[in-house]
């Protein structure tokens, strides 16, 4: 007789199982159970096993059609789940698959049944499962249930709640998702083919990296998204996101949401807040964006727009904080800065094209490279607010021949801020 195993956590809790509803799991060959009927007549488990028991009286059972294979045991006692097909239409007292039921298995082909009402964690991690379909009765689907096959097709109009990394590293072609589900979580389908994407219409948020590297064309976030988080729809490759259509009540647009996207033109809603580092960064596509429209927004971070294509940048008088890099690599001919800011940031502007720049009264500081490489640049125009200037401002801007600062000479220092070719600088203040 083998030695008795003491289950890790990862595994079921036999205890949270009524006499109705018994689990066989991935046990070792030669292995002690002691839960009542999971044994055969020796107290040894069988080379295959049926997995799931039913127990419908004293002395009646139902069983699944399929098997556990022993023959491969690694040190952790983690099994292979050996059995191609999965068939759980006649479990008729199984509602819930228990969390990495055949994680890393081989199923290809899974039935499961009109009973089930939620698939547990990890329940079908890394198979080989190609096309799923879900009876209505079920609900809930947690973290990782599908992680790592090659679903194509899936069916979810039903589908309650879709946990994190559901259905990551799959082959779904589109998505069409209950409305009843209010967050989408992290990763629950990253890496997919997908082009089409119905989003909740009760969603109130998406969460990072939720469809990350797809190839969703177009897209419509619906009024009840407050928040999109880190990634959400970004690419590596800008294979996603050729238009969007944001509605009132977006606050947030986060870190990377639109980073590497085939973005053409942005009509953000008015309700923007906020617009996260690198959140359109190399967007190579995009030229135009209503920005300057908006009265809400109080925060652009870090490279947001970094090497887009907008020519048009007007910063509007509620922005209070700009991060680093915003519009670095845009080939800006229209720049417009706003009343709420008093820094300019390092970068900001970096190889845009505009000939003049006018800096408004209200700016007081302006940080290291703010201008840095704007080739065309040729007179800058600096308000009375100024107080601070970093030396390396106007770094590589070759035709610039006229700085105006409406200030008292030398109230400023570190004239003429970096410029190669000596600028005239008139104090006029």
Not at 29 to 35: A, H, I, L, P, W
Not at 406 to 423: F, I
């Amino acid at each position: 007789m083998g030695t008795t195993f003491a289950a890790p956590s990862s595994y079921i809790n036999y205890s949270s199982y009524s006499d109705e509803q018994i689990f066989v799991r991935l046990l070792p060959e030669n292995t002690v159970v002691k839960q009542t009927n999971c044994y055969d007549k020796s107290n040894t488990l069988k080379k295959t096993f049926t997995g799931v028991y039913e127990k419908k009286s004293s002395d009646s059972y139902n069983y699944c059609s399929f098997v556990f294979d022993y023959s491969n045991v690694d040190d952790d006692y983690v099994l292979k789940f050996a059995a191609k097909s999965l068939d759980l239409s006649r479990a008729k007292y199984l509602t819930k698959i228990p969390n990495g039921l055949a994680y890393a298995g081989n199923i290809k082909q899974l039935n499961i049944g009109n009973y089930i009402t939620e698939i547990g964690s990890g329940a079908f991690t890394g198979n080989l499962i190609e096309n799923l379909y879900l009876p209505k009765q079920v609900e809930t689907i947690k973290s990782g249930a599908f992680l790592l096959n090659h679903i194509s097709k899936v069916n979810l109009e039903n589908v309650k709640y879709i946990g994190n990394y559901a259905f990551s590293n799959n082959l779904l072609e589109s998505v069409e998702l209950n409305d009843d589900i209010r967050v989408i979580y992290p990763r629950s389908f990253a890496y997919n083919n997908i082009k089409y994407v119905k989003l909740p219409n009760n969603c109130y948020r998406i969460g990072q990296y939720a469809f990350y590297v797809n190839q969703i064309e177009n897209l419509v976030i619906p009024s009840s998204v407050s928040v999109i988080e880190a990634y959400a729809f970004g690419s590596l490759d800008n294979r996603q996101i050729s238009s969007v259509v944001f509605n009132e009540g977006l606050e947030k647009i986060s870190y990377g949401t639109f980073y590497n996207s085939n973005l053409v033109s942005v009509n953000f809603p008015n309700s923007l807040k906020t617009i996260g580092s690198y959140a359109f960064y190399n967007t190579y596509k995009l030229t135009t964006s209503n920005l300057g429209d908006l009265n809400k927004i109080s925060t652009i971070n870090n490279a947001a727009f970094y090497n887009s294509r907008l020519t048009k940048f007007i910063i509007p008088d509620s922005v209070t904080s700009m991060g680093e890099y915003v519009c670095a690599g845009c080939p800006l001919t229209e720049i417009k800065i706003g009343s709420g800011l008093t820094f300019l940031n390092r970068f900001l502007f970096q190889k845009a094209q505009v000939t003049e720049l006018n800096i408004p009264d209200n700016i007081t500081s302006i940080g290291a490279n703010a201008f840095h490489n704007m080739a065309k640049l040729q007179t800058v125009n600096i308000g009375s607010g100024i107080n601070t200037m970093e030396t390396s401002i106007f770094r590589d801007c070759n035709k610039l021949s006229t700085i105006n600062i409406n200030k008292p000479e030398g109230s400023v220092t570190g004239s003429p801020w970096g410029a190669p070719s000596s600028p005239t600088v008139n104090w006029l203040g």
